[in-house]
């Protein structure tokens, strides 16, 4: 089970870029995604990133998976379950939990 929160004071495509690696990062991932978290716009920036995606744990090829499937001006960070002081940063920046598996 997943909670979602989009902010809707976001540019409308955005919304729609951040949405559409959503559902490709679920096809591709499906349970090792955890959690995304969407900056307020894709001019906003955290790391030289604009949507943090988190994984159960990375793995060899991960970062590169992750990559192909951006779209737009989605510019991802990818980080392990247990990095969270990147989740409280991206948190802190204005960012909002598109998607968060539930334990």
């Known amino acids: 089970m997943y ?3 989009v902010n809707l004071r976001s ?3 955005w919304r729609r870029d951040v949405q559409e690696f959503l559902s490709r990062l679920e096809a591709a991932l499906g349970s090792r995604l955890v959690m995304v ?3 307020p716009s ?3 920036s955290l790391y030289d990133s604009n949507v943090l995606v988190v994984l159960d744990e990375l793995r060899p ?3 590169k998976t992750v990559a192909s499937l951006t779209v ?3 510019n991802p960070l990818v980080v ?3 990095d969270k002081q990147a989740v409280e940063a991206f948190l802190l920046a204005g960012g909002r939990v598109i998607k968060r598996r539930s334990e």
């Open 72 to 74: 737009g001006d989605v």
């Open 61 to 63: 090829g991960d970062l």
């Open 11 to 13: 540019p409308r495509e």
């Open 37 to 39: 978290v969407a900056l």
């Open 3 to 5: 909670s979602i929160a």
């Open 42 to 44: 894709p001019s906003d």
């Open 80 to 82: 392990p379950e247990d």
